[in-house]
């Protein structure tokens, strides 16, 4: 064999293998356009014995397998409106009063109208008409036939081009231009349709498909009968790359995945989740935390305080000790200096941060609980206006580690191990400052992707001041309470804040799962 | 946090930006905010109110950088003659304390002026939390005339010319008609008597802490020398905040005069005498996990200002924030650098553990999910005008003092949520089934006043009844309970298609459809079936 000739049947039966591939994968609606597609869309459909939204369909699954292409064509047509479909029926107006004048020439104008049974305005147009192609004469208020015999009988153009509708307007003849022309005005007589008009291009591929009679014993469904008949059945082939109707899953929110995860990241490293309530008292959300009580962040344009609740402090030794620890200081501070109230200690709030779980922690922890490890994630509030940055409400992880040998560095040793699993590779600190820490620190973690830092978050070492107070004695606590929102919009990519708390229900239904 | 301004070109004089230093602010706890060609703006933590001046902050950071190291020396020249203030008692209970001092051999151009009233403003409002702990005033020397008395008087004999003001008015007037006045009124607000600042001629210089006299308390390119007070509540801020000031001043090159005061009891400020505090090595290594060498400690602890010889540190006099020995601490750690300092896996074994309520939060949510249904998650706060479409009863609604939005009530219940929810959703493909677990809160005897409980709300659109009691027969078959259901009435349920769901003998929930009055009301076009369930005792046998 020559090398040509070699190529040529190689040629030949890749063609054939992917002919037979096609053939195998054609849906039955396709089988029953393919031995046709040689013929017009009409006639295609004519043949297939298929709707014509079947066969669209069926030509656009053959369109996607390069069988053919789909032309369309616009074409502007003139066919009946609802008058001219009675009219074509009855006659025009003007031959319904050719008729009557037939019997009844020269008779007035007004006993014509009622006896033709045609509206006012038809008749008018009617006679219109009639006086135009001169058939009629008008003489002190009655009408006169003028027309000859034949002339009645031959039908006008106008008539003529209602019979042979629909027409292309582009293709009219002059004379069906002229009826077009005389009709277009008058009242839903014709009327003009955008029409597309549907070509199949076949493709060489398609050439050779195309008219093929095929006969195929490939199966379509998987029934009992052909589980029991046993092997060697041959099912068509389904086009796996078609597009298919969505389906929605059930799902958790993505904030409260991310949560679960943060969690997990605790439990993995010995933290024991501590839990309480959302609404407190000031004094655990700043007194404990050594917060003076004319710092800013106590009034109420920052902080929710509740109406008309009154709070209490069942814990008198506490309140004493940290009366004393603002007042003038525990274990060697100088304390704040000022007149401690108890009032302001009570005004119940929503938490601004979730450090006051730190805080009862502390207050409840026993000498046998040292060395221990605690955390919380949770909802904290803040008197805030709402914007695509800013919220009322916002996500906060809490962690505190009690023990005598915690220092700085196992601080940020957590920290940086806490934020590489929340998918921050590189992490810095820098100072920072918090009323109930000391020495303070800032983290920022850093976004690949926007290829900037962050920050992500704040922690600390507790003060003496708020570590005797409620421990009654100082063990070192390193603490923190960074913002988780930032975490999840980076890892979402979501640039709206309210997108956390908004329950756009399509929205939940299309985020990814928070994996790391 | 405070973010400042300095001219560009002034600050480069003494720190050269780059990269690299730009890196060096940040460590020093100083985030640079931006740079513009005129400007720079850096954020200064609220502790160090010392930083806020200009001067301030070059005089520390190069210290930091390790130029003119250790605890800066200023001169306090003696009072002249006259330079007293006589503190009368009539101000024991209004505005008790100032502290005063004089400078002399001024310099002043609009930058300084400028910079001048920025310190004054911030230190306002952080250190004076606006103006009401602390209020400061800078005069003319060559207006006014010494001695001066610091008094209080009946607003109506107190008359002047308010700055930027042309005619004379009285203490109330000022009050009422002067835009500074009216925005600082509520700190004068319930007192019979107003403090004043009177120069030897009767002339009112001031009434702090809302205003000084147009004549004699405004600065111009001519003044060489000021009287500055500060007065207030606390003494010993009040020396702090003043101290800041003249060192900023001298800084300039300013002389520093004292002004004897006279409370009954004789003071004298300025006074920059620095306070001794110990400290201990072993604390300091032990706090932040170091291996620190005494040598180490005299490198480090200049480099924030402070001098140390020898266990003992001496802090500067306009340092507000050092209460402790962990302040010192702390300082020195940033003089170490914190990107130094490489962190540590702790040593540490403990073992972890979940609370029963976040194990059965997400048990729950995997089991709901089984089921086909999305989880949202909502807003603890809810609109006042859902509590009433709700229906909320007055005396439950828990709210919050002026809220900033619309959303002021604390939820009672996830329906209002999940209502909410269907409501903005109707554009939305159907059906939506959702379930939600939530903190819901009330009334009720506790430290805060407020009772929390843990509530799940699972609702189906469009669905009824039994689709509902499929679903919760499953929730209790896989939690292993058994509930019983009774017959019920609930507002925004249809009658006779709704009933409590009984755990124990105890009322925990209701299930029902929604009645076409609430979805009507919640502007809903499809029906919905609801149910939610309080999981205290549902918790409780897992515990």
Redo the contacts between chains.
Sequence with gaps: MSKEVAVKKENDTEKNESINSIIDKLSPIERKVVSHLNLSFKKIVEKSGLEESGVIMALKYLEAKEVLKIETDVKTMIDLGTNGIYYKKKGLPERQLLILLETNNYIPLGEAAKLSKLSDNEFKAALGVLKKKALIGLTNGKISLNAKKEELVKKSLEEQFLDVLPLEKGKLESEQAYAFEQLKDRKDIVELKEEKLIRVQLTELGKQIAGKEITTDLLEEVTPEIIASGKGKKFRHYDVTTSVPEIYGGKKHFVNQSIEYAKKIWTDLGFKEMTGTIADTSFWNFDALFTAQDHPVREIHDTFFLKDINGKLSDKKIVENVKKAHESGVSGSKGWQYSWKEGEALKPLLRTHTTPLSAHTLARLKDKDIPGKFFAVGRCFRNETVDWSHGFEFNQTEGIVVDEKANFRHLLGYLKEFFTKMGYDEVKFYPSYFPYTEPSVEIYGYNKEKKVWIEIGGAGIFRPEVVVPLLGKYVPVLAWGPGFDRVIMDYYKIKDLRELYGNDICALREKKAWIR | MASIKFQRKEFEKHIKLNKEMEEKI????T?LESISNDEIELEI????PDLFSFQGYVRAFRAFLGKETGLKKYKINSPEKNFKVKIDSSVKNIRPYTTCAIVKNLNFNDEKIKEIIDIQEKLHSTLG?NR??LAIGVYPLEKISLPIKYEARKPQEIRFIPLEMTEEMNGLQILQRHPTGREYAKLLEGYDKFPVFVDAKGEILSMPPIINSHETGKITLQTKEVFIECSGF?F?ILKKTLNIIVIALADMGGKVYAMDLDYGKKEQTPDLSPETMKINIENVN?????SLKEKDLEKLLPRMGYDYVNGKVKVPAWRTDI?????I??DI??AYG??K??????N????????I??KMR?KL?EI??????????????IKGSEAKTSKVREENR????????E?KI?RNNLLV?AL??FS??KD??YP???FEIG?V?S?GN?????L?RTNLLIAYSPSNFTRLKQTLDYLFKTLDIVYSLKESKKEELIEGRNGAIILGGKEIGYVGEVSPETLNAWNIKMPISVLEISLEDIFNKFR
């Design positions: 940040s460590m020093f706890g985030h933590l609220p502790n160090r939390r009401k702990k606390d010993n032990k706090l932040l996990g170091l209460l402790h020995e962990v302040d601490i702390e750690a940033i914190y990107d300092i490489v962190p540590e896996i702790q540490v074994s403990t073992v972890g553990n979940e609370s309520e976040s997400s949510s709901l999910v089984g089921l086909g249904l999305l989880e949202l998650s909502s807003y603890h706060l828990i709210e919050v003092m002026d809220s900033k939005t959303y604390l949520p909410r929810a903005e959703n939305n493909e939506q089934n959702v903190t809160f009334k506790s430290e805060s006043g407020v929390e």
